[in-house]
């Protein structure tokens, strides 16, 4: 018996020679400094940490615009309480990202790995806002 699937699509898929996520030129080469594995995992994870450090800036201030926008819609009673709920959100954000950090040992991958959770608990965060706050910032 033989199936037939249709809808799948069986062309082979055609890997690039070499990953365009970074590249980086070797150091050294026919040198005594040529840089080791090690030396380039520590280049690449600084450059990873430069990106995600940038992009958790970008993502709190955008956070920070929002919160900003929210409380000049809101009354004096409004505004206190959504200034507890983010001081409360800030703590468990916080403590989240630190348990997701020491869960790497203080390796290469904690760094990487606290800056973008703070990343992607601060975007999310922001799209919370705006479903909740909806009705007041139209």
């Known amino acids: 018996m033989q199936l037939a699937f249709d809808s799948w699509d069986l062309t ?3 890997l690039p020679v ?8 070797p150091i050294g080469v ?3 400094f040529v840089e080791s594995l090690t030396g380039y ?3 690449v994870t600084a450059a990873l940490v ?3 450090a940038k992009a ?3 993502a709190d201030a955008e956070l920070n615009a929002l919160d900003q926008n929210i409380r000049a819609k809101l ?3 409004e505004v206190q309480q959504f200034v507890t709920a983010e001081r409360l959100w800030m703590q468990y954000r916080d403590a989240n990202c630190v348990a997701e950090r020491d869960l ?3 390796g290469t991958a904690s760094g990487p790995a606290y800056l973008g959770c703070l990343e992607a608990m601060t975007r999310k965060r922001a799209k919370e806002l705006t479903v909740t706050y909806a009705v007041r910032l139209k």
Do not use: K
């Open 104 to 106: 790497y040992g203080g």
């Open 75 to 77: 009354d004096a009673s």
């Open 12 to 14: 082979p898929v055609v």
């Open 56 to 58: 958790r800036g970008v």
């Open 41 to 43: 995992i520590m280049v």
């Open 30 to 32: 026919g040198t005594p």
């Open 50 to 52: 430069h990106c995600l």
């Open 18 to 25: 070499r990953s365009r996520l970074h590249s980086i030129e």
